[in-house]
């Protein structure tokens, strides 16, 4: 009988114990899969911007990406409700990324290639878009009021965008050698990948 019981006492043992191991194996099999996702997840927000080349066209990439998505916005009916609060959950993410590039790069290689009074411009009107998000989040159910706002925010966005692309970002490219240009972009991919 004593060895019966010596006899289930380890085989309980060994169930159990091993059952630890497995389970603790399996947790790390889990943890690592979702790292890999996690990281695959950024890699894939970031990669049309970093596809796109040098920063200027990337940034632009994602003025058109962020101007659709006011499209987007603006085609939502009255009723639209749920449609509007994920698309502007969408554009809030798109814009955070983007300033996060522009302002911890872009910006800053202005300031260093004495644009520092244009660079603090755009830093403001960033600003500004943050308080048109903001404001949007309290207008998702009135529709006449939240589309006014949209509209306003496009005229502005698009001001600022134009501006970039068209003057100050040029402006930049042109004041930087080769080895410059590719650092920047690089350092405006990083940037990115924070946030993606």
């Not at 058109?64 to 009255?78: E, I, R, S, Y």
Request: aromatic letters at 6%; glycine letters at 10%; zero cysteines.
């Amino acid at each position: 009988m004593e060895d019966d019981i010596m006899g289930a006492q380890a085989t309980f043992h060994r169930i159990t114990h091993s059952g630890s191991r497995d389970a603790l194996i399996g947790a790390g099999i889990g943890a690592g899969l979702a790292l890999i996702g996690a990281v695959g997840r950024k890699f894939a927000v970031q990669a049309p911007t970093a596809l796109a080349g040098d920063w200027d066209k990337a940034l632009a990439l994602e003025h058109k990406m962020a101007l659709a998505l006011f499209d987007k916005l603006q085609q939502t009916g009255p009723e639209a409700n749920g449609r509007r609060a994920t698309l502007l959950t969408q554009l809030k993410h798109a814009l955070g990324k983007h300033a996060m590039e522009e302002e911890n790069a872009i910006y800053a290689a202005m300031r260093l290639a004495g644009m520092k009074e244009e660079a603090d411009t755009l830093t403001g009107e960033h600003g500004y878009v943050k308080q048109y998000l903001y404001e949007l989040g309290d207008l998702l159910k009135d529709h006449a009021a939240f589309q006014a706002k949209l509209a306003s925010f496009r005229a502005d966005i698009e001001a600022h965008m134009r501006r970039e692309e068209d003057e100050l970002f040029p402006r930049l490219k042109e004041g930087l050698d080769r080895a410059a240009n590719g650092t920047l972009t690089r350092r405006m991919n990083q940037e990115g990948l924070k946030l993606a």
